[in-house]
């Protein structure tokens, strides 16, 4: 059963972020809020991890996984930028967007889409998402927490502990998470593919 912790939005409490930091270091899975929804996440390489993710969202191999950053310099370490491709991502971020890459040999291998050998990065404007990876000192392998059967996130920590906690780690709640979901954009190939309209604006990266 999932650990809750209740923070506050604007001053998340360190010892929180760090009790929730330790169950990640140690192979837990967490429910942590961003600005689109709230997110799955577990340490880089946890396999076991993203099992646990797959179960809960009845995902398949294909599915995308993201690399949620807390800035802009870790993104080089796990992803391949074209010169144009880095000023449009760094021009938009932090903001409300998904970007699908090809991977670098730094990226975890257990989580990239097999054939295509991409992985999706983000910078989260939400301050207790940014608070908790400032905490671990590198990204969190996530997912939006988008249950089967659901057009939406789920957006409030009190019902995730409720409906799932059962199958968590521990669940972060600073009570001030969004709903709408990130715009995901591919910038994989040579062309720009929208791949779902959100909360970012994809007209910076159609033109």
Known sequence: ?????????????????GQ?????????????????????????????????????????ARHNFTLVCS????????????????RAIKAATPGGYTFVLK?????????LQPKRKTVGVRLPPHVTALALLHELGEPLMSSTLLLPGEEE???DGWTVNDEIGHA????LDSGD??????????????????????????ALFEA
């Not at 059963?1 to 972020?17: S, T």
């Not at 993104?75 to 880095?86: C, R």
């Not at 709903?179 to 970012?200: C, F, H, K, Q, Y």
């Open 1 to 17: 059963m999932a650990r809750y912790f209740d923070v506050h939005p604007d001053n998340p409490q360190p010892r929180a972020l």
């Open 20 to 60: 929730v930091a330790t169950i990640l270091r140690d192979g837990g899975l967490v429910a942590y809020p961003t600005d689109s929804g709230y997110a799955l996440g577990c340490m880089l390489g946890n396999r076991a991890g993203l099992d646990r993710i797959r179960e809960l969202r009845h995902l398949d």
């Open 71 to 86: 800035e802009f310099a870790q993104l080089g370490h796990y992803v391949q930028m074209s010169n144009d491709v880095f």
């Open 103 to 111: 991977a670098t040999r730094e990226a975890p291998k257990v989580m």
């Open 153 to 155: 996130p789920m957006s």
């Open 168 to 171: 968590l780690d521990a669940v």
């Open 177 to 202: 998470c969004g709903s709408e979901p990130t715009t995901v954009i591919d910038l994989s190939g040579d062309e720009v593919v929208i791949i779902r309209r959100g909360s970012g604006d994809p």
